[in-house]
C-alpha cells in the first residue's frame, strides 16, 4: 500500500527566506509523486510531478523538488519565500498504472512573515 | 485556466435532507474524481469514474453515491445528510494521456 508523510502541519518562514517542505513516501512500485498547493478559498493547483524522468523537479512559482529513492524523500523547497507562497501545499503519490488515483499527505501549511 | 466548475461554493443542511454536490468540467476529460477534505486532514477519494456509465468506490468509505451519464458531469448525491459528512468535498478530473489533474475550487458542506 501507498502512503505520503508530510513532516510538520505547519512552517513558517521569513519573506525572502528558504522554504522546504518535507515529504516521505511509501510505495512498493516506482511511483508517480506530485506537489499540489491550494491557495484560500481555491482549488487545488498542480506544483510540479516526478514521473521517472530527471530527479530534481522544476515547478511553478520558482518551486523545486527533488526525488530520492535511498531516503523515499520528495522534499519540496524554493530559494526565497515570498508572501504570495502563503498557501496550504500537499504531497501526493501514486501507482504508475493509475496515475489518477492519489494518496495525499496531511498537508503543511506554509506561512511567510513580513 | 482549469474549467471544472462546482456548485454550491457553500452549503449548510439540515440533517435528513437530500443533497446533490454539482461538478462539470469542459474539458472533455473522460476520468473524474471525488475528494473529501477534513480541515487540517489530506484528501481522500471517495468516488472516481473513466467514462460514461463507470463509477467506482475510492479509498475512503463514502455513504455518497455518483453517477456519470455525461461526460462532462459528475453529480455527488447524499440521500440523507448527517452531520457527520461535514466537510470539504473536492472535484477534479483528468484525460487519459496526460495525468495531470484539474481541481474544482470545492463545495464546503456543514450539517446541523
Known amino acids: 500500500a501507498q502512503s505520503v508523510t508530510q513532516l510538520g502541519s505547519h512552517v513558517s518562514v521569513s519573506e525572502g527566506a528558504l522554504v522546504l517542505l518535507r515529504c516521505n513516501y511509501s510505495s512498493s512500485v516506482p511511483p508517480y509523486l506530485f506537489w499540489y498547493v491550494q491557495y484560500p478559498n481555491q482549488g487545488l493547483q498542480l506544483l510540479l510531478k516526478?514521473?521517472?524522468?530527471?530527479?530534481l523537479v522544476k515547478g511553478i512559482n520558482g518551486f523545486e523538488a527533488e526525488f530520492k529513492k535511498s531516503e523515499t524523500s520528495f522534499h519540496l523547497t524554493k530559494p526565497s519565500a515570498h508572501m504570495s507562497d502563503a498557501a496550504e501545499y500537499f504531497c501526493?503519490?501514486?501507482?504508475?498504472?493509475?496515475?489518477?488515483?492519489?494518496?495525499f499527505g496531511q498537508g503543511t501549511t506554509l506561512q511567510v512573515k513580513p | 485556466e482549469a474549467d471544472i466548475y462546482q456548485t454550491p461554493r457553500y452549503l449548510v443542511i439540515g440533517t435528513g435532507k437530500k443533497i446533490t454536490l454539482e461538478c462539470s468540467q469542459t474539458m472533455g476529460h473522460d476520468k473524474m474524481y471525488w475528494y473529501q477534505q477534513d480541515p487540517g486532514m489530506e484528501l481522500h477519494l471517495i468516488h472516481y469514474s473513466y467514462g460514461v456509465n463507470s463509477t467506482e468506490k475510492g479509498d475512503l468509505s463514502s455513504e455518497s453515491t455518483v453517477s456519470r451519464i455525461r461526460t462532462e458531469h459528475f453529480p455527488l448525491t447524499l440521500e440523507s445528510a448527517r452531520p457527520s459528512h461535514t466537510s470539504q468535498y473536492l472535484c477534479?478530473?483528468?484525460?487519459?494521456?496526460?495525468?495531470?489533474?484539474?481541481f474544482g475550487s470545492g463545495t464546503q458542506l456543514s450539517v446541523l
Open positions: 477534479a478530473s483528468s484525460d487519459r494521456v496526460n495525468e495531470k489533474l484539474f
Open positions: 501526493a503519490v501514486s501507482d504508475r498504472g493509475n496515475t489518477g488515483k492519489l494518496i
Open positions: 516526478y514521473t521517472s524522468a530527471a530527479t
